[in-house]
């Protein structure tokens, strides 16, 4: 249990995460993955490289150092952590390396004359307070995907079905389990976490689930990206008939049942988790205004399927635009999404949902406009690809 005192040297340590914090996860993520190949899995390399998940890592530091006291202020932040960690199968034997690595850390980056006995000391009862809560959360989330119908725990074999290009950089995999028996439901928005062995090496990575539940099978789509090794490898090398071991969905940043009228505002690959939302709002009766951005038709997943949709549901109004269109493309805008945009393609009245997913530029710009816009900050939802971390204005 923290002391009162303990809780006060680990809240006096805020300053420092906040000017030195990710110097201290990067060191830390050096440590651990050097010290215990065993979690390797679980971390993304080119997050590392690009430091998205040292950030990551250390605003999450940050914020519980800051609310120790309430942990009730984190809001959202240990759903999300709670649900990644699920989709990846993150168990409690991984949670003592990884304390015993970040205290490590702490006094090599910090030093002995800051990071003395004490502040260790706090910092290692503060630790296991929050693995304890992370643990307890993930093995309730754990029991009750094994219990829901069509559910398991841990890795299940699913067979490549269909493999169907979406664009030049998008391809959708139609997964059904090999054993053939039915699969869990999901709200639309989650993903599924799945493992490959590449070359004798284990990676796990999360995609979206883009069709909506049926019982039967999962539809992921992936963006093949030119550093990803597994979305290479999934490209270039699962076809039907392969077999892909998958773990059980997760995910919060689903879609709330309301009578608002619905925005899904999307970029790129973004576009995965909103079609299942779209399919899902059409029987609702919502108005629904679809916005999605690309860089030109080419790499525009999706486009007849919403087309189809529009012509079927006339509750639904899509408007397309490209920022590098090619020669022939057709669009409602061009360029990068702007206020002038927004404002013209969604309701004039702003008390409406908005769900939006892209790269981390395009909801930054996303959020602000919706800022300006007047909508409501507590009705607009989003969701990282990778690690979480803050949408800095």
């Not at 980056?109 to 502040?119: I, Q």
């Not at 490549?160 to 391809?171: F, L, N, Q």
């Not at 959708?172 to 989650?190: C, E, I, K, M, R």
């Not at 022939?328 to 393609?345: K, N, P, R, V, Y």
């Amino acid at each position: 249990m923290l002391s009162a005192a303990q809780r006060d040297i680990v809240k006096a340590t805020v300053p420092l995460l906040e000017t030195g914090g990710e110097a201290l996860t990067r060191h830390f993520y050096r440590i651990l993955l050097d010290q215990h190949p065993e979690v390797r899995p679980l971390f993304n390399q080119a997050h590392q490289a690009s430091g998205d998940q040292q950030r990551a890592l250390a605003n999450g530091v940050l914020m519980y150092a800051r609310y120790i006291d309430r942990l009730e202020a984190l809001g959202p932040l240990v759903g999300q952590i709670v649900n990644k960690h699920v989709s990846l199968q993150v168990r409690p034997e991984h949670y003592p390396a990884v304390g015993a690595c970040l205290l490590r850390a702490i006094r090599e980056v910090l030093g002995e004359a800051v990071a003395t006995d004490a502040v260790l000391e706090a910092w290692g009862v503060a630790y296991q307070m929050l693995a304890s809560l992370l643990i307890q959360a993930e093995e309730g989330v754990y029991a009750a995907n094994a219990a829901a119908p069509g559910g398991w725990r841990g890795a299940r074999a699913f067979r490549v079905v269909r493999k169907i290009s979406e664009s030049e950089e998008i391809t959708s995999f139609y997964l059904q389990p090999v054993d053939g028996g039915a699969v869990t439901d999901f709200q639309p928005g989650q993903y599924i976490g799945l493992r490959v062995l590449l070359d004798g090496e284990e990676h796990r990575r999360n995609y979206s689930l883009s069709a909506p539940s049926n019982g039967r099978e999962y539809r992921i789509s992936v963006k093949r990206e030119p550093q990803g090794r597994v979305s290479r490898h999934l490209h270039d090398a699962v076809n039907p008939d392969d077999t892909l071991e998958l773990f059980p969905p997760a995910g919060d940043f689903t879609l709330k049942a309301s009578d608002r009228p619905l925005a899904l505002i999307t970029a790129g690959v973004g576009i995965t988790p909103a079609l299942s939302m779209l399919q899902t709002a059409l029987g609702s009766g919502r108005d629904i205004h679809f916005i999605h951005c690309a860089r030109h038709r080419g790499v525009h997943a999706f486009r007849e399927h919403l087309e189809e949709v529009v012509q079927r549901h006339p509750q639904v109004r899509r408007y397309v635009c490209y920022s590098e269109p090619r020669e022939g493309d057709t669009a409602d805008g061009t360029g990068l999404l702007t206020d002038q945009h927004l404002s013209a393609w969604l309701p004039q009245q702003r008390d409406i949902d908005v769900y939006f997913l892209g790269p981390k530029p395009f909801m930054s710009q996303v959020r602000r406009s919706l800022r300006t816009l007047g909508v409501p900050e507590a009705q607009c939802h989003h969701e990282f690809f990778g690690p979480a971390s803050a949408l800095d204005d």
